[in-house]
Each structure stands twice: as C-alpha cells, then as structure tokens.
C-alpha cells in the first residue's frame, strides 16, 4: 500500500533522514521504533503527507502523493489517512460526536450520514455513554479513543499514530494497543505507529528499526 524510495530530509545542517526505503503492505500493523532523534516522527509525517521530504517518492496505492498540487494533497489526506497523535488534539468547544465527525465535514460528507457513522464507531470503541461529553468532561483514555475514532471517520486507507499512548497510564494504553490489533484483525485496517513501547511493538506484523536516520532493521 505504501512505497518510499530514497527519502531524505534535513532540518538546517541536520540530516535527519539519509535515504530510506520502505514498503508496508495492506491490512499490517508496523511499528517504528528506535532513540530519540533517531527520525521517528519525521518519517512517520513524510508518509502521512504532512511534511515534504529534500528527495525520494513516497507512493500510497500507487499514487505519488508528492506530485500532486497542495489542494490535491490535502483532499487525499483527508480520505485517504487517519492521524492519531500523543496528544489528542480535540477541539475543547465540542462534543465527541461533534469532534469525530469534524473530517467528515471537511470532506463534505453529509450531516446525517456523518452523525450515524460516528455514533456506530464510538459504540464500537466502548464511548456510545459519552457522545455528548467535552473533551474536558473525558477520561485520558476516552479522549485518546474519540480520536481514533476521529481518525476512523472517513474509512482511510491508513492509521498513522505518533506516540498515541504516551500520555496514558497502564490500563488505558493495554486498551488502546488492543484497539489498533482489533482494528487490523477485525476490520483489515492498515497501521504505522511510532511506539517506544517494545512490549507492543514485538506484537506487531514487522518491528522497523531506526537509528541516526536509517532503518538499521
């Protein structure tokens, strides 16, 4: 599903990545692990089409994402991948249902359709008592799970997550791993997360391994 060739990027004299490759297939969870400054988060933004790397192609369903125009690049984000981040990034002024079906909106979905769809995924994640509640009103472990709803709203191709357990204590981050193998087991669903946790990442399909901006496994 997703293909990168010779990726490089440097952040003013830091060469951050030093030409990797990659392929991860369809319905895998891979993990991405390694030191701090290793070049975790930077190639994990560069295949979510967040950030542009100095050289290399990065193909998603054989589409090279990097060629396409800025409007082009956003609309295709929006459908095509799901985010979930150490910090969940709710916006405080909404509900969890408002909150999930926000991507939605912006890809134009309509209202009634987005709602539903919504509601089934946080019944799905356990949140069916909490559609109402504020980000404030939420445990950490259900804000962390209405983002992945969040994430899951308009079906990507997908899941990129950036440390997503973090911030949560023992009990919720066993959940939210739980979570992601439930979603590649049940539901196909294709992952990339970048996790110091080693327990979690032993468990997934494939253990990439970086270091001073390679993959050294």
Known sequence: ??????????????????????????????????????????????????????????????KSVFALGEKQLAAFRNKEIGFVFQFHYLLPEFNALENVCIPAFIAKKGKKETEARAK???????????????????????????????ALINNPAVIMADE???????????????????LRDEFKQTLVIVTHDENFARQSDRIIRMRDGRIED
Do not use: C, W
Not at 46 to 59: A, F, R, Y
């Open 1 to 62: 599903m997703i293909t990168a060739k010779n990726i490089t990027k440097t952040f003013g004299d830091l060469k951050v990545l030093k030409g990797i490759d990659l392929e991860i297939p369809a319905g895998k969870l891979y993990s991405i692990v390694g030191p701090s400054g290793a070049g975790k988060t930077t190639l994990l933004q560069i295949l979510g089409t967040l950030s542009k790397p100095d050289s290399g192609e990065v193909h998603i369903h054989d």
């Open 120 to 150: 089934e995924l946080l019944n799905f994640l356990g949140l069916s008592h909490r559609l109402t509640h504020k980000p404030a009103e939420l445990s950490g472990g259900e804000r962390q799970r209405v983002a992945v709803a969040r």
């Open 164 to 182: 997503p357990s973090g911030n949560l204590d023992t009990q919720n981050r066993n959940d939210l791993h739980d979570l992601f193998f439930k």
